[in-house]
């Protein structure tokens, strides 16, 4: 569960840190809609290319209230990179802590992890791809409960986003 989330951190910073090319990354930046009753910030994006492998990355912040905010991004990426993310996704659990699950939604396969004390997580959307690139929808969230959060992420057009990301492959 945490090892999900550090990658997922990874994955944003190398996007981040290095050489930013806008021509990639804006077609993904309107696929972050505006979302009802939530402020959203401008979307931002980044590419990055090193020695041959890309990554594309746009990402928006949005909040409700003080209590509530939430992260969405959208990734386009190796597909080793996501290969190892996959494997870490396939569980379900529950503990006192932690609300676990992967499932098949719309097509999609989505991992949820919930810290309940917390009431924050993250969902993990598979877009789909290959063996040389993959897509990935990830929304991180606070101040929602498990069944909050998964229908926030649904309104997010993932067949939108997929067919998006299929096109800069």
Sequence with gaps: MRVIRLLLCGLVLVGWSLAVNAASYEALKPLLDDVADWTGEAAEGSSMDMEGVTMITASRHYQRGEERSLDAQLSLMPGAMSAVIQTEMNMNM??????????TIDGFRVHHNHEKAQNSGDVVVILGGDDKRSAMFTMSYTGMSTQEALAMAKRFDWKKMQ???AALH
């Design 94 to 103: 529950e503990t006192d802590q932690a609300v676990v699950t992967t499932a």
């Design 163 to 165: 067919a998006a990301t």
